[in-house]
């Protein structure tokens, strides 16, 4: 007896949201991809550029400044992010680090993510526009945020902050300056750091987590991508176990400030920022990971149409009031 041969299989659900997939392809639209030829990091940057903001935009007051840079380096571009509603007392001071890949981006393009911060954080925020790759490689990125937190960190009262309340943050690329800037400054016997804030982070060179491979296309942000952008970073000859550049190989992570990891299901890094997580809970370091579902590399970009980035922003205001201000930790 002949049976009917069996129809095409179903596909399998999109693990984006509705909103989140609009939002990711529209953003991945017109992004080169390395497979289909060599990336040219001037014209992405070109295409990436976004319109400078306006200085009051969104209850917070910003302006720009240039603070010194490392030893022999050029002096480091920042933007200083003050809240409009008044404060009862000094400030939380937050320093942050841009993604793009050490590649692209700039002050410009997360102006309205340093925005969310300092509103939603009742916070200081210092916005470094570090040297990029690869016209200047690792280490650069990583002493230039170090630098600017230093610097802040010895004015904090200056700029109507608590000494003791000092964070560094940052997103993709930028959540890996960040961490870096914890190893440094615990290294080095710099600022002492009350919180780290790691957005999407970049963390570990050999992309080994199942999510490089669940998640390589499709979701905005590629592992060829992030393998293109590691080869800018460190070239030929970096130092890619290096624990100032992937942080997740660091052998010692005692004595590092509180963190939380914001980690997007769809994200071909979800898996080395869990890994970190589980690193430092281990090291004794107060953490907490919060994973999104339904969302993308990227999607902390889309507040205002996309809830879950909104949500996210709301938990990530919530866990810096708890950890600068009212010296709670919530780890899990």
Same mark, same amino acid.
């Given at each position: ?15 984006? /949201?509705?909103? %989140? ?13 390395? %497979?289909?030829? *060599? ?25 720009? %400044? ?105 997103? /993709? ?8 800037? &914890? ?29 490089? &491979? ?31 550049? /992937? ?6 992570? /005692?004595?590092?400030? *509180? ?74």
């Amino acid at each position: 007896m002949t049976g009917t041969p069996p129809g095409p299989a179903a596909p399998a659900p999109d693990p984006l /949201s509705p909103a %989140a997939r609009r939002i990711a392809d529209a953003m991945a639209a017109g992004f080169p991809d390395p %497979a289909d030829g *060599p990336l040219d990091a001037a014209a992405l940057r070109r295409a990436s550029r976004a319109a400078p903001p306006e200085p009051g935009a969104g209850g917070v007051t910003a302006a720009g %400044a240039t603070v010194p840079g490392p030893p022999g380096a050029p002096g480091v571009p920042v933007r200083i992010y003050r809240p409009d509603a008044p404060a009862a007392g000094p400030r939380p001071l937050i320093v942050f680090c841009h993604g793009g890949g050490w590649v692209l981006c700039d002050l410009d393009t997360h102006d309205g993510l340093c925005r969310q911060l300092a509103r939603r954080g009742g916070a200081v925020v210092v916005s470094v526009d570090y040297r990029r790759a690869p016209e200047d490689r690792f280490p650069a990125a990583a002493e230039d945020a170090y630098a600017a937190t230093a610097w802040a960190a010895a004015r904090a009262a200056e700029l109507g902050c608590a000494p003791e309340r000092v964070a560094v943050a940052g997103d /993709s690329s930028g959540g890996n300056l960040a961490a870096a800037v &914890t190893l440094m400054a615990r290294d080095r016997g710099g600022p002492r750091l009350a919180a780290q804030l790691l957005v999407y982070p970049v963390l570990d060179h050999r992309l080994a987590g199942a999510s490089a &491979t669940a998640y390589a296309t499709g979701f905005f942000h590629t592992t060829a991508h992030m393998r293109w952008y590691w080869d800018q970073y460190l070239g030929p000859d970096g130092d890619r176990d290096h624990p100032y550049a /992937s942080p997740g190989l660091a052998a010692d992570l /005692s004595g590092l400030p *509180p963190a939380l990891l914001v980690l997007p299901e769809c994200d071909p890094l979800r898996d080395e920022g869990r890994a970190y997580g589980r690193a430092l809970r281990a090291a004794g370091v107060p953490v907490r990971v919060d994973e999104h579902p339904g969302t993308f590399h990227g999607f902390l970009g889309a507040a205002g149409a996309l809830p879950a980035a909104d949500a996210a922003l709301d938990a990530v205001g919530d866990w810096l009031t708890g950890t600068l201000c009212d010296g709670g930790v919530t780890s899990r």
